[in-house]
């Protein structure tokens, strides 16, 4: 079992849509949660990061933490053609000697005007 | 500042040829990264570096090597360039102080690679 799970997709949505993306992981040392979004053809760029536990929004985006469960999401309301993209999920734990983000394999988001 | 750059941004090798895919960051960010993303795969990382003369094995360093002789640069060098190292490159870096960091990284546009 992968310590990371995202479905791949794609995922086709009508412009104006809420959009949920997902991760499942495995190991509940993981601590820090980042969404990574990755344009065709350019390198991943932060979106946003949320520590444990809760809730973070930023404008149209909002990222869940639900450990309990080991079960993350990203929101996007009102979803717009740009938002058009790969989305990574990547969590790490917060332990001394361990550098490494874990990473999901990304999912495909197509919002179509 | 232009946060993380690469070069080459593309590049075709043949089988056996060397190269250096060169990455500079003017964050003075102590971590740096190596990543190669390939279709359906994620990302995986080839070599990482917590400061200049310090660097470390990540998933995949087979046929890659690296130094890290100043905090802005960070080269990986292909040896004996192998079809299966044909990729995207990403170098990405960060800035972390302690144990509780987010560990936050920056990633540069990437190198396309393709070995003949």
């Known amino acids: 079992q992968k310590e990371v799970e995202q479905d791949p997709g794609p995922l086709s949505v009508p412009e104006g849509a809420i959009v949920s993306l997902n991760c499942t992981y495995s190991?509940?040392?993981?601590?820090?949660f980042m969404w990574y979004r990755q344009y065709s053809r350019k390198g991943p760029e932060l979106l946003m990061y949320t520590y444990s536990s809760g809730n973070k929004e930023d404008g149209r985006f909002t990222a869940q933490v639900d450990k309990s469960s080991k079960y993350i999401s990203l929101f996007i309301r009102d979803s717009q053609p740009s938002d058009s993209a790969t989305y990574l999920c990547?969590?790490?734990?917060?332990?001394?000697?361990?550098?490494?983000?874990?990473w999901g394999l990304g999912t495909s988001l197509g919002v179509n005007p | 500042n232009a946060g993380v750059t690469q070069t080459p941004k593309f590049r075709i090798l043949k089988i056996g040829q060397s190269m250096t895919l060169q990455c500079t960051q003017d964050?003075?960010?102590?971590?740096m990264y190596w990543y190669r993303q390939d279709p359906g795969m994620g990302l995986k990382l080839i070599y990482y570096?917590?400061?200049?003369?310090?660097?470390d094995k990540g998933e995949v360093p087979n046929g890659y090597n690296v130094s890290r002789s100043t905090t802005e640069d960070f080269p990986l060098r292909l040896e004996l360039a192998a079809p299966s190292q044909t990729s995207v490159y990403f170098c990405a870096s960060s800035y972390r102080v302690g144990t509780r960091s987010a560990d936050t990284q920056y990633f540069g546009p990437g190198t396309r690679l393709t070995v003949l």
């Open positions: 190991n509940s040392a993981f601590q820090y």
């Open positions: 964050m003075n960010h102590n971590y």
């Open positions: 570096s917590v400061g200049a003369g310090i660097t």
């Open positions: 990547a969590m790490r734990r917060n332990a001394g000697n361990n550098r490494k983000l874990i």
